[in-house]
């Protein structure tokens, strides 16, 4: 069982900076790698006691900063099947990293033990792994002191993507049962992932090559990795930002973030009209795509299009094999464009729902549907299939030679697509597998739907705290009558769309406006960011 002895003498060499208050956000803990000694330690017994409460479930912890500069550095915790934390435990995080010294800190560790009822004696199983920054090292010493303190079975990862940590967290809670995820190995991720592919696209015609701008991140080397799985006859990838060794590189003026902030290309690409190209982030959770037209105008195909894509090539599938009991929807967050949800409302005749910002409740949202593709228009998402789903998806056999084609296409889908997490490479395969199949170039993907012109812009505010938001953040509680002059501003423009909220990441507020034109939509960002200022 806990010696708290052990603890606190371990605690001692990590501890808390003063004047520091720290906060479990929507991507964990978050910022100046200087910063995070004291709190990595506390986040490795956060997940000792979760793994004990589990019955001793492994529990994954993820040492990343994604899209931030090189020099911050983060860290979160996933669930056993590869979920982010439940949120109940988020406060935990919060009161762990926030003791002061090292009774406090055995103080919060007893009231966990207690409220949860934890069985002390339980083993914790932990797997853990970080991307290529560096302060990874150092931050992973101190992980494995608060793991070692409660004598933890912990698993060294090494360098992974975000997405491969939380497929191998499901893998070790699920192998040997009827939900296996397949080999809790490096290697099982890419057999799985490869072999899947080549079954979609076989006997298509291999599409031109794709660019990948790896923001010289963890992404890189993994990619180039699954691509010797896939064989270039299959699939021919090109890497650019792929220095994830030289200091100073990481997600510098490139990568997913930049590209979609900026709507522009990365720094390194040289992208011609009609060549293809995608942005990975800093740790490979996140995607976009991207083209110059004839025009030479950059052309982004961001989070919402592949939604639309895989939606449509999935519903395809879906009615193609003959399986109508299954029903597929689409969930977004309010930063979708409002293009897309009337595309996939009224022309795919998919049901959309809009739920926060935030990788949770994305995914809790999707996993009401049979098939629920979420995706934040930044780039991060996947596909969910369900119980029901999976069942009828492997065991229906088709009449039809069409029927059978599709059953297969689906089954090797269920497979292909990282159902824990978004996942830059997973994603990428899922959309390179539509547009083989489709033979489909992205000036014809993103012909489906224009995106409307759309700003978002940040407001540095004196409390954020003060913004409350209703309606999956799409309307403004206080404070009061803010709203009503939004509403107002909005009611001008055509097509107009406006809304505020505070970051969960970020010091500021931030201001989303759309509109007909760009010069409107600008104006209508403006002029709703001069209210909240
Ligand atoms: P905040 O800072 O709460 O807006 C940002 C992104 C989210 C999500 C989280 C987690 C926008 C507008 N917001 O959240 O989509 O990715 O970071 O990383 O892109
Ligand atoms: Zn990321």
Redesign the pocket.
């Known amino acids: 069982s806990i010696n708290y002895d052990q603890i606190k003498e371990a605690a001692s060499y990590h501890p808390k900076p003063q004047n520091i208050t720290y906060t479990y956000g929507?991507?964990g803990f978050r910022m100046k790698a200087d910063l995070l000694d004291s709190v990595i330690f506390r986040v490795g017994i956060l997940a000792v006691l979760r793994s004990k409460k589990l019955d001793s479930k492994t529990i994954g912890i993820m040492i990343t900063a994604?899209h931030n500069p090189e020099q911050d550095n983060g860290v979160k915790l996933v669930d056993p099947y590869g979920e982010m934390l439940e949120q109940s435990w988020e406060n935990y995080a919060t009161q762990l990293a926030n003791a002061q010294t090292e009774d406090e800190l055995v103080d919060v560790i007893k009231q966990i033990i207690s409220s949860n009822n934890i069985d002390e004696s339980k083993t914790a199983n932990i797997v853990y792994a970080r991307d290529t920054r560096p302060s990874g090292p150092a931050l992973v010493s101190a992980l494995v002191d608060g793991l070692k303190s409660l004598n933890a079975k912990i698993i060294d990862f090494g360098i992974k993507t975000t997405p491969q940590l939380h497929y191998v967290t499901r893998c070790y809670n699920v192998k040997g049962t009827e939900d296996d995820y397949g080999e809790p190995t490096e290697e099982g991720y890419y057999k799985k992932l490869s072999t899947a592919y080549r079954k979609t696209v076989e006997g298509k015609q291999r599409l031109t090559p794709i660019n990948i701008d790896a923001a010289n991140g963890v992404g890189a080397p993994k990619m180039r990795e699954l691509n010797q799985y896939i064989g270039n006859e299959y699939l021919e990838a090109i890497l650019i930002n792929d220095d994830y060794k030289t200091q100073g590189k990481l997600n510098y003026q490139c990568g997913a973030d930049f590209v979609k902030t900026g709507q522009k290309l990365p720094t390194g690409s040289n992208i011609k009209p009609g060549d293809r190209a995608a942005s990975f982030d800093g740790d490979a959770d996140r995607i976009v795509y991207y083209y110059i037209d004839e025009e030479n105008t950059f052309k982004l195909l961001d989070g919402d299009k592949i939604a639309g894509l895989a939606g449509g090539f999935i519903i395809d599938l879906v009615k193609t094999a003959g399986l109508e009991g299954i029903d597929v929807g689409v969930v977004q967050t309010a930063?979708a464009n409002g293009s897309s949800t009337t595309y996939l409302e009224k022309v795919l005749n998919v049901p959309v729902s809009c739920v926060p910002?935030?990788v949770k409740h994305l995914h809790h949202e999707a996993e009401k549907y049979d098939i629920g593709v979420y995706f934040?228009a930044?780039g991060?998402g996947t596909v969910l299939f369900s119980k029901k789903a999976l069942k009828t998806i492997r065991s229906a056999e088709g009449q039809t030679a069409e029927q059978k084609e599709a059953i297969e296409k689906l089954r090797a889908l269920t497979d292909l697509i990282n159902q824990t997490v978004g996942d830059a490479l997973s994603d990428l395969l899922l959309v390179e597998t539509i547009l083989t199949n489709r033979q489909w170039s992205l000036k014809k993907w993103d012909q489906a739907y224009s995106d409307l012109p759309n700003r978002?812009v940040k407001v540095i505010v004196e409390n954020r705290h003060i913004f409350k938001t209703t309606d999956a953040e799409r309307k403004l509680l206080e404070p009061v009558g803010l709203q009503e002059q939004i509403n107002e501003l909005v009611s001008k423009y055509k097509n107009g769309r406006s809304f505020v909220r505070p970051?969960?990441?970020?010091d500021v507020v931030?201001v989303y406006a759309e509109a007909a034109t760009r010069e409107e939509c600008d104006e209508l960002a403006y002029k709703v960011a001069g209210l909240v200022y």
């Open positions: 929507t991507a994604s930063y910002t935030g934040e930044n991060h978002l970051s969960g990441t970020e931030r």
